[in-house]
């Protein structure tokens, strides 16, 4: 258990449909990461934020969109859902932004199925 | 932009035998991370390496950094069953604060 929780686990909804994922990071880790990964595929980052603001952002749809809240929980909103969006969706968290070179913890992943 | 490629994307071994997988970078890292993710999970952390030429062991995995810093190995030695799934690197490079993760080598031993 790695101390990053994320729910829902499993998402099945129909396109263009708006999901929330939700995730909590590990007790004192301040940046959140949000990655995609596609059946067989690598990860492929979204975005991050740290302490409440966004910290970088990698090959995010502009469908997409994300936040962290003060008590440092983060959503990400998928919106104008399509089949390709179908995917594992990860959240992870570190102490500090990348830069400081902290190892991420990875939760359990929402598994998203889009129909 | 960068790109982080690793080498092979499958590796079939039979139990016992040796295990490499290769990370190259096309730009100079500031530090590179391994991450290990079994079938149905997450990825897990395993090691950063920060030094050029730097190598560090856990057990029978052997972590490598290339003296220039633009590529990385991850050597298993007498694999297990229990060494199955997909491994990662992840390469920071000193131009931007994004960890780029690498396609991943997924790795299947027979026993």
């Known amino acids: 258990d790695s101390g990053v929780t994320q729910t829902p686990k499993h998402l099945i909804t129909a396109t263009g449909q708006r999901v929330t994922l939700r995730c909590s990071p590990r007790s004192g880790d301040l940046s959140v990461y949000w990655y995609q990964q596609s059946l067989d595929q690598g990860l492929q980052f979204l975005i991050q934020?740290?302490?409440?603001?966004?910290?970088a952002k990698g090959n995010i749809l502009e469908r997409f969109s994300a936040q962290q809240f003060p008590d440092l929980h983060s959503e990400l909103n998928l919106s104008s859902l399509e089949l390709g969006d179908s995917a594992l969706y990860f959240c992870a968290s570190s102490v500090a932004p990348q830069r400081d070179t902290y190892e991420q913890y990875f939760g359990p992943g929402t598994r998203l199925t889009v129909t | 932009g960068q790109q982080v490629m690793q080498i092979p994307q499958y590796q079939h071994v039979q139990e016992g035998e040796d295990f490499t997988t290769y990370c190259n970078s096309s730009t100079t890292l500031s530090n590179i991370q391994w991450y290990k993710q079994r079938p149905g999970g997450h990825p897990v952390f395993l090691i950063q390496l920060v030094k050029s030429g730097e190598v560090k062991k856990q057990k029978r995995l052997t972590f490598q950094f290339g003296e220039a810093k633009k590529n990385s190995s991850l050597h298993i030695t007498a694999t297990q069953t229990t060494d199955v799934g997909t491994y990662f690197c992840a390469a920071l490079s000193y131009n931007t604060d994004k960890l780029i993760f690498g396609t991943g080598t997924r790795l299947q031993v027979f026993p």
């Open positions: 934020y740290y302490n409440g603001e966004e910290r």
